[in-house]
């Protein structure tokens, strides 16, 4: 009987890191950093405190994600 190996990788935003940055007009923004990616930003947020909700939530997502193992998923079989 072959043993299938399935190599566990984590969520691509697993080791994100993120900071809340001042945006135009007095709105926030949300720089979200990757290891080996440039740092992108989410924007806009009208307070700080809704920055960091979006940032709570994305963790959650990022973490129920990697738990349920749907990223990186192998749907084909050898024989």
Do not use: C
Request: charged share 25%; glycine share 6%.
């Amino acid at each position: 009987m072959k043993q299938k190996l399935m190599a566990q990788r984590n969520h691509p935003h697993a080791e994100a890191i993120y900071r809340v940055i001042p945006a135009t007009g007095g709105a926030f923004a949300v720089e979200v950093s990757i290891p080996g990616s440039y740092p992108t930003k989410v924007s806009p947020f009208s307070t700080e405190a809704d920055a960091e909700a979006w940032i709570a939530e994305h963790r959650r997502r990022v973490q129920s994600e990697k738990i349920s193992s749907r990223w990186f998923r192998s749907s084909s079989s050898s024989g």
